[in-house]
């Protein structure tokens, strides 16, 4: 048996490729990921007991009775602002969450919680600390050029069509990746091209404009009996005690189809809903 924090090895031969991630680690954590200078992605586990102690504290309907929110505080708050946040409203069986930050630049940690019926804030479990680019152009001043139609090309291979029916860990994971490969080449090409054409030319670097970004996503919830097998767009759904399941995709233009199909406990009986979503982007 392999100690503590070390990973055994996989036996020689073993094959993987049929293996996917799971949909939780058992283990009550929040993970904040910068996105883009107004942007932040927000992932979230709550375990069963991390909830059941939350029920013995504050009462067994306080997830009906209170808001479920994320809380989003800027570190450090601005002078003479103690403590500014920010709440966004989710669900917390969603387990991610899109966050349109305060502004650039900025360092932002987030908590999901509860805001209870007379105001107070019961926050579950804080993220890590992340640090927003600052949405201008770089004054650093040098004569390098960058050639990044390789990275494009890598660029297309992490496109948003990619998280359909993806888990909140592989959708984290691919944001990451995303994120570093965007800031790698767009700061690259920002400070290596147009500051060093702007510079030689004797021209002011262009003043920022007036911008407009929106982007779509789609959450799909419903209820199928206690115990029953059910899939969404051919990925397995997690069901809580009741019977009630949601889950999040991003949603890329054109078509996208997401079946859902229930199979009984027992195995004898089976309903199947065909719903199909249309995003056209202009």
């Not at 094959?15 to 283990?27: F, M, R, W």
């Not at 927003?132 to 990044?148: H, N, Q, T, Y």
């Not at 060093?196 to 009996?225: H, M, N, T």
Request: charged fraction near 25%.
């Amino acid at each position: 048996m392999p100690t503590s924090g070390v990973l055994a090895a996989e036996p020689a031969g073993t094959d993987i490729s049929g293996k996917t991630l799971p949909e939780g680690y058992g283990l009550t954590m929040a993970a904040l990921l910068p996105r883009d200078p107004e942007w932040m992605y927000a992932y979230w586990e709550i375990t069963a007991n991390t909830k059941a102690r939350i029920l013995r504290e504050l009462g067994a309907d306080i997830f009906e009775k209170a808001r479920q929110v994320l809380r989003v505080h800027e570190i450090p708050p601005p002078a003479g602002e103690g403590g500014r946040h920010f709440d966004v409203p989710v669900m917390l069986e969603a387990g991610s969450w899109y966050i349109n930050a305060a502004g650039p630049g900025r360092s932002y940690c987030a908590e999901p919680g509860l805001v209870l019926p007379d105001g107070a804030f019961f926050g579950i479990v804080r993220s890590n600390e992340v640090t927003l680019p600052a949405g201008e152009v770089s004054d650093v001043m040098d004569a390098k050029w960058l050639d990044v139609s390789g990275e494009f090309d890598r660029l297309l291979e992490l496109s948003g069509v990619e998280y359909i029916g993806k888990g909140s860990g592989e959708v984290a994971k691919s944001l990451a990746q995303r994120w570093e490969l965007l800031r790698s080449v767009f700061s690259r090409a920002a400070s290596w091209g147009v500051s060093s054409l702007s510079s030689r030319a004797g021209v002011k670097p262009p003043e920022k404009k007036f911008r407009l970004a929106a982007d779509c996503e789609i959450i799909l919830y419903g209820a199928a009996e206690p115990g029953a097998f059910v899939t969404v767009a051919g990925r397995k759904a997690r069901l809580d005690p009741d019977g009630t399941f949601s889950m999040r995709f991003a949603l890329p233009d054109g078509n996208t189809d997401m079946p859902v199909t229930a199979l009984s406990k027992d195995e004898k009986d089976s309903r199947r809903i065909g719903i199909s979503v249309t995003r056209l982007t202009e």
